[in-house]
């Protein structure tokens, strides 16, 4: 890996909590994610499956985690299943997990070989009631594919169907939202890579290049940082394509006048940051661009003033919206009329603010979390309003990503990112 090693306390707590959590008699299974083909022998980039590396650590394909609490044989509480490297694929791939390494980075000391999980398993499974599968019940999950945890689930089903079943997820949603302060270590150096990136782009913009040009710079910065690379596709949106909200063809020349939104973020040890900043193409925003600016910028700061313990995500949305509308009043964007006769499901602002202003952020750009409960300390954030004008060719985004302290407004992580107007003018003109 490319990431400094991770100390493995971390890992060590959270299966603690997760195991706290568990049925009598129970045990929990996780798979690695596949590895993807994409044609002839040729393979994507291997992205572990975030809730096994949450628990162990382990980073690497093949690889099966076992948490079995109540076992009668203390060494099978906590097991770890890894490929048994060799020779030939420390030749071809390069030397993966020694059962000894896998100890050094999870924490878990029982360590065996893939090739003994099924006798391994047999023998644990006539000794528990209840095994737990990792379902993903995210919020905005939408995978068409069938995953190597979907196939196991079938295989145990069929294999053990006396037995009884329940999921993960629950769990994890509520344990993976609030970050520990290794977790935001790490959530705050991809942020600061983030930052190099931005910064590097801010030198390099000028009239005629392509958004693909500060894609490659983005690129560039972060791998050079131990970055794994983008934490989701990068949108560079040079004029008009700022108002398609996904736009990632990043394909097209940046012209004088118009504005770039930028949202990209970097990922270091599989956790991501996620930040959006909007920047003249010449350096000097227009007066209009300013304000509109200006008005974007209020709302990120106010909205971030109401991440804090108890909030409810709905309501903040609702009072967010609120916000957005008076400054689009006050842009001559809307009048009182147009508020007056809303649709109440579909207010009036989001005809220029579409989509929702924070989400939760970690292992997962969109990571877990219960949107239904009350927002807590550790819980990480973004934060990113936006307003979207086709009509005068160009839109604008602010994003920060913050962590909710026990009192107080929150923490950003993303504080060193320029964003007030002046300093990026003068960032892109020195």
Same mark, same amino acid.
């Given at each position: 890996?490319?990431?400094?090693?991770?100390?493995?306390?971390?890992?060590?707590?959270?299966?603690?909590?997760?195991?706290?959590?568990?049925?009598?008699?129970?045990?929990?299974?996780?798979?690695?994610?596949?590895?993807?083909?994409?044609?002839?022998?040729?393979?994507?980039?291997?992205?572990?499956?975030?809730?096994?590396?949450?628990?162990?650590?382990?980073?690497?394909?093949?690889?099966?985690?076992?948490?079995?609490?109540?076992?009668?044989?203390?060494?099978?509480?906590?097991?770890?299943?890894?490929?048994?490297?060799?020779?030939?694929?420390?030749?071809?791939?390069?030397?993966?997990?020694?059962?000894?390494?896998?100890?050094?980075?999870?924490?878990?000391?029982?360590?065996?070989?893939?090739?003994?999980?099924?006798?391994?398993?047999?023998?644990?499974?006539?000794?528990?009631?209840?095994?737990?599968?990792?379902?993903?019940?995210?919020?905005?999950?939408?995978?068409?594919?069938?995953?190597?945890?979907?196939?196991?689930?079938?295989?145990?089903?069929?294999?053990?169907?006396?037995?009884?079943?329940?999921?993960?997820?629950?769990?994890?949603?509520?344990?993976?939202?609030?970050?520990?302060?290794?977790?935001?270590?790490?959530?705050?150096?991809?942020? &600061?890579?983030? =930052? #190099?990136?931005? *910064?590097?782009?801010? @030198?390099? $913009? +000028?009239?005629? !290049?392509?958004?693909?040009?500060?894609?490659?710079?983005?690129?560039?910065?972060?791998?050079?940082?131990?970055?794994?690379?983008?934490?989701?596709?990068?949108?560079?949106?040079?004029?008009?394509?700022?108002?398609?909200?996904?736009?990632?063809?990043?394909?097209?020349?940046?012209?004088?006048?118009?504005?770039?939104?930028?949202?990209?973020?970097?990922?270091?040890?599989?956790?991501?940051?996620?930040?959006?900043?909007?920047?003249?193409?010449?350096?000097?925003?227009?007066?209009?661009?300013? &304000?509109?600016? =200006? #008005?974007?910028? *209020?709302?990120?700061? @106010?909205? $971030? +003033?109401?991440? !804090?313990?108890?909030?409810?995500?709905?309501?903040?949305?609702?009072?967010?919206?609120?916000?957005?509308?008076?400054?689009?009043?006050?842009?001559?964007?809307?009048?009182?009329?147009?508020?007056?006769?809303?649709?109440?499901?579909?207010?009036?602002?989001?005809?220029?603010?579409?989509?929702?202003?924070?989400?939760?952020?970690?292992?997962?750009?969109?990571?877990?979390?219960?949107?239904?409960?009350?927002?807590?300390?550790?819980?990480?954030?973004?934060?990113?309003?936006?307003?979207?004008?086709?009509?005068?060719?160009?839109?604008? *985004?602010?994003?920060?990503?913050?962590?909710?302290?026990?009192?107080?407004?929150?923490?950003?992580?993303?504080?060193?990112?320029?964003?007030?107007?002046?300093?990026?003018?003068?960032?892109?003109?020195?």
């Amino acid at each position: 890996m490319k990431y400094h090693p991770i100390d493995p306390k971390l890992f060590i707590k959270n299966r603690k909590n997760f195991m706290a959590k568990m049925k009598p008699s129970s045990l929990a299974v996780f798979n690695s994610n596949d590895i993807f083909t994409t044609g002839a022998d040729s393979t994507m980039p291997f992205k572990q499956h975030r809730d096994i590396f949450y628990l162990s650590g382990a980073d690497q394909e093949n690889t099966i985690l076992v948490l079995f609490p109540d076992s009668p044989d203390p060494a099978h509480r906590e097991v770890l299943f890894v490929t048994e490297t060799n020779e030939h694929i420390a030749i071809w791939e390069g030397e993966k997990l020694t059962k000894e390494r896998a100890t050094e980075v999870s924490g878990i000391k029982t360590v065996y070989w893939l090739n003994d999980f099924d006798k391994k398993f047999f023998e644990m499974m006539t000794q528990c009631d209840t095994i737990y599968f990792n379902t993903n019940e995210h919020y905005r999950q939408a995978v068409e594919m069938e995953s190597r945890e979907d196939r196991f689930i079938k295989k145990t089903k069929a294999q053990y169907p006396a037995h009884n079943y329940a999921k993960s997820a629950p769990i994890l949603q509520r344990l993976r939202a609030v970050k520990d302060q290794i977790e935001i270590d790490l959530l705050q150096q991809a942020c &600061d890579i983030t =930052n #190099a990136g931005f *910064r590097r782009v801010l @030198e390099f $913009t +000028k009239r005629g !290049v392509m958004e693909f040009d500060l894609e490659a710079e983005f690129l560039h910065e972060f791998i050079r940082r131990r970055s794994d690379g983008f934490a989701y596709t990068p949108i560079i949106a040079s004029g008009n394509n700022a108002n398609v909200l996904h736009y990632i063809e990043n394909n097209q020349e940046c012209k004088d006048g118009d504005l770039i939104l930028i949202d990209a973020g970097a990922q270091y040890a599989n956790y991501a940051s996620d930040m959006s900043r909007t920047i003249p193409v010449n350096g000097r925003y227009t007066d209009r661009q300013k &304000d509109v600016y =200006n #008005a974007v910028l *209020r709302v990120k700061n @106010e909205a $971030t +003033k109401m991440l !804090v313990p108890g909030t409810l995500w709905k309501e903040y949305h609702v009072e967010v919206g609120k916000i957005m509308t008076s400054e689009l009043i006050g842009l001559g964007l809307l009048d009182k009329s147009d508020v007056q006769n809303e649709n109440p499901d579909w207010p009036a602002y989001k005809k220029y603010f579409m989509h929702g202003t924070s989400h939760h952020m970690g292992l997962d750009t969109h990571d877990y979390g219960i949107l239904w409960e009350p927002m807590q300390a550790g819980n990480v954030f973004t934060v990113e309003p936006g307003i979207y004008l086709p009509e005068e060719g160009f839109g604008i *985004r602010l994003e920060d990503d913050v962590v909710i302290n026990s009192s107080g407004e929150p923490f950003n992580l993303m504080r060193d990112i320029p964003i007030e107007i002046e300093e990026i003018e003068d960032l892109m003109n020195k």
